[in-house]
C-alpha cells in the first residue's frame, strides 16, 4: 500500500471507556494488556474499548438505556443522530474486555456480576459474546437489565493520525467501575490486567515496563493530578466543549497535537510511536 492509499483510510467510528476507581492509594485506572500475537497493538496496555458493532445503533438496545437519550447524546457528541451508540459500544465493551457491565438491576443499582448466583452466568454470557454466540441486547433483555448509560461522562475525542494501516475516530468515556464486580481480561484478545494510579502507569511506562499509545499517555497525564474518582468526574464535567484530536508524527516520530510548535509543518505520515 501506497503512502498516498494509506491517507485516505477513511477512521472507524469507535468508544473507549476508561474504567476507575477509588482506593487508600488514591484514584486507580484499569488497564488492559493486548495480546503479544495480535496484528495490532501487541502487548500494549490499553482501556477497554473498540470499533462500533452495526447493533449498537440499533433501536432495540437505544430503548435499553437509561439516563440519556439518543438527540442528548448527539447533541454532547455534536451530531446529527446517532450519538447513542458511541455509549452502548462503551458499556459492551468493558463487559466483552474487562468483565465489567454499567448496567442498573432494576433496583437502582448496578448489577451484581461477581456473586456466588450470578458469577457463573455472567461468564458464560461474556464467553457467549465474545465468541459471537450471543447478541448482547439478548443478554441484557434476557437477565431484565438496563444500560447505565447516565454513568459515563464523554471528556476526549481522538483521531487516529493519517497514515497509519487502521484508523478510529474515538469518543472516550469515564466511568466508575462498579464495587459488586471484578475486572478481569478476557484471555484471547487481552492477557492480562492491573489497576493503576495513573502516575504510576505513566512510571512504568518511562521505566519500560509497559507499552502505552499517545493518546493513553495524555488521559493518564490528565488524570494524574485527581485524588478521587468524583473530583475527576467533576472536572471532566466542567471543561467544556471537547475538540477532536487529530495527531502529526514527526520524521523522528514525536507525536504532535494542534497548536504545538511543528503541528502545522509535518504531513502525519505513519502511526502513534508506542
Partial sequence: MTSEERSIITPLPAATVTLVRDTARGLEVLLLQRNLSSGFMPGVHVFPGGALDAADRSEELYSLCDG???AAASRTLGVERGGLAYWIASVREAFEE????LAGDGRGGLVDTAGAESGGRFRSHRNALNAGRQEFAAMMQGEGLRLAAGRLTYFSHWITPVGAPRRYDTRFFLAAAPER?????????????????PAAALDARAKGEIKLRFPTIRTLESFAGFASVGSLAAGLRGQGSISPLLPRLTRDGRSLLPGEPGYEET??????KI
Fill in 267 to 272: 504531513g502525519g505520515e505513519g502511526s502513534w
Fill in 68 to 70: 440519556l437519550d439518543d
Fill in 181 to 197: 464486580q471484578e475486572a478481569s481480561h478476557d484471555g484471547g484478545e487481552t492477557i492480562a490486567h492491573a489497576w493503576l494510579r
Fill in 98 to 101: 474487562a468483565g465489567i457491565l
